[in-house]
DNA sequence: ATGGAGATCGACT
DNA sequence: GTCGATCTCCATA
């Protein structure tokens, strides 16, 4: 099976459009080992400067948010930890907004991801957190700045999602009130959802 | 130069 | 439920 590339226009849409619409989308990474894809099941919307959450707060404009700032469709990787990040850039120049991609369902490439997680690992287990599936997938910082619309790694057509559900963010407690914000969005029932 | 903090995960109790 | 791991970036001095 062949992925083709979404076409890069598909990008320029507002972040919460965007981060709802990426539901059902196809993720897919190629490496030497392996090409690796799953469907996204969970995504969370970063607004730029108003959202005290994002790196970008406040036109933060550092090293690591540089990518934030350009043309939509691109990614940007954070290391959190032990673990890698993986976000799509949104909005339109100069708008620093992302929106990370919390959690897949693994749709090709599965002994792959079991080879990279671990052969103990429930299925469940390979891609339902963020920094899950970047490992399960090969995604690391190396990937920043990459273009999202074209390989190696790169959205594509999937299925379409019903039953979106919408809800506050996870893990960002001592953001004030941007805690509150209802900027998740996930398939509901989904078991490769995050908890 | 150095220290602190963070969009997490897994092991252990 | 708590805690430790062990990274990179950024703010201080």
Not at 166 to 182: F, M, P, V
Request: net charge neutral; charged share 25%.
């Amino acid at each position: 099976m062949d992925f083709k590339p979404i076409d890069r226009s598909y990008f320029n849409q507002p972040t919460l459009y965007l981060a709802e619409s990426l539901l059902g989308k196809l993720l897919v990474k190629e490496t030497e080992e392996g090409t690796t894809a799953g469907w996204i099941v969970e995504t969370e919307a970063y607004k730029g400067p108003k959202d005290r959450a994002a790196h970008s707060f406040g036109n933060r404009r550092t090293k690591r948010t540089e990518v934030m700032f350009g043309p939509a469709g691109y990614i940007y990787t954070y290391v959190m930890h032990t673990h890698c990040l993986v976000n799509i850039v949104s909005g339109e120049l100069d708008k620093p907004e992302a929106v990370l991609i919390r959690a897949v369902e693994p749709c090709m490439g599965i002994d792959l991801m079991y080879e990279r997680r671990g052969l103990n690992k429930k299925k469940v287990e390979l891609t339902n957190g963020p920094g899950k599936l970047t490992k399960a997938m090969g995604i690391t910082n190396e990937d920043y700045g990459l273009p999202s619309f074209h390989p190696p790694l790169f959205i594509a057509e999937g299925r379409m999602s019903v039953n979106i559900e919408i809800g506050t963010r996870i893990g960002i407690e001592n953001s004030g009130e941007a805690k509150d914000y209802l900027w998740r969005f996930w398939e509901k029932h989904n078991a490769f959802v995050s908890k």
